[in-house]
Nanobody
């Protein structure tokens, strides 16, 4: 059973930083990639960042240079370090895990709220 649990959200002022964590009950090495998505009120869920089992990463243009995704296989945890936060970063952030086999299986966490406001 795949269980992803996010934490680290909260209220921060513009220009501030937060670090989100996504902990898996099992080994994250079993996934081909893990990532973060976000959904702002009234908007569709959008992809933010991804890290592959090889260690490679990619980012949405809107967060490139400000956000950093990383993983700690020993702790079965993926992180999203968010710096220089802007009000438009306000959203519920979701952790995602992807496993590629015969098809593509995707798993989601319950989400954590990030609010950037003065």
């Amino acid at each position: 059973q795949v269980q992803l649990v996010e934490s680290g959200g909260g209220l921060v002022q513009p220009g501030g930083s937060l670090r989100l964590s996504c902990a898996h009950s099992g080994s994250i090495s079993n996934f081909n990639a893990m990532g973060w998505y976000r959904q702002a009120p009234g908007k569709e869920r959008e992809w933010v960042a991804r890290i592959f089992s090889t260690g490679g990463t990619n980012y949405a243009d809107s967060v490139k240079g400000r956000f950093t995704i990383s993983r700690d296989n020993a702790k079965n945890t993926v992180y999203l370090q968010m710096n220089s936060l802007k009000p438009e970063d306000t959203a519920v952030y979701y952790c995602n895990a992807m496993r590629i086999g015969v098809g593509v299986m995707q798993y989601w966490g319950q989400g954590t709220q990030v609010t950037v406001s003065s």
